[in-house]
């Protein structure tokens, strides 16, 4: 909803405006494949909104559990380009997103240790987690090359990073049929550990690097 409310909000200013030139852009890049639609504010200001879409597997390893991880970039961007020399420019702006790494569990020999102790993959039916970012609502600062909203067409390219603010991560297990009710609650208590330690090896991990590259088409 805060996407679609900082959308609406941008498209009122643009039809408020007296916009005197627009443009769209394809992009690929670190916020995966995206589209951004520009106009003019001023001789030497320029506004963007676009949206950026990313999903990649990757393990990841950052415990003492291997995990088989999916990257999911959801990102809109809401941006002022301000190019007081020519088509080199400085961006700002905000990136509303729904970024997150989905995790899911691989044993290791056929266990899982998780807080110092292993247990038989049998054992445990799931074991799942979640990071997300801190800020569904980054700050973002770069600089760049071209303009979606000048005239013809041009390539453009970003180089910024957005702050994503300290992550947010979430972990379950389920008990297997062969674990007792003390095992059970044992188990859990493990999994929230492991979550912890996860929060705790990540907690530095505040900023995403942007790099887009693209191809404008301006009017």
């Not at 900082?6 to 690929?28: D, E, I, K, N, P």
């Not at 001023?42 to 393990?59: E, F, I, K, Q, W």
């Not at 995790?103 to 993959?121: E, F, I, M």
């Not at 702050?163 to 991560?169: A, D, E, L, Q, R």
Request: charged residues 15%; proline residues 4%; hydrophobic residues 40%.
């Amino acid at each position: 909803m805060k996407i679609k409310a900082l959308m609406l909000a941008v498209a009122a200013f643009a039809a408020a405006g007296s916009a005197q030139a627009v443009g769209v852009g394809a992009r690929v890049g670190t916020t995966g494949i995206g589209a951004d639609f520009g106009f003019s504010v001023a001789p030497t200001l320029l506004a963007r909104v676009g949206y950026g879409y990313l999903n990649y597997s990757h393990s990841v390893d950052q415990t003492d559990v291997s995990y088989d991880g999916r990257l999911k970039i959801s990102t809109a961007s809401l941006l002022l380009d301000w190019s007081p020399l020519g088509p080199f420019r400085i961006t700002a702006g905000l990136m509303p997103n729904n970024n997150k790494v989905e995790l899911t569990g691989r044993p290791t020999n056929g266990t899982y240790t998780l807080n110092g102790r292993s247990y038989q993959a049998s054992d445990i039916g799931s074991l799942s987690g979640e990071v997300k970012a801190g800020n569904s609502v980054a700050p973002y600062v770069g600089i760049g090359y071209g303009n979606v909203a000048t005239a013809g067409v041009n390539f453009y390219f970003d180089l910024g990073v957005m702050y994503m603010g300290t992550p947010k991560s979430s972990m379950s297990a389920a008990c297997g049929a062969s674990l007792s009710t003390t095992d059970c609650n044992q188990l859990r208590s493990d999994v929230a550990a492991e979550q912890q330690r996860l929060t705790d090896d990540l907690k530095y991990v505040k900023w995403y690097p942007v790099a887009n590259i693209g191809v404008t088409i301006g009017f």
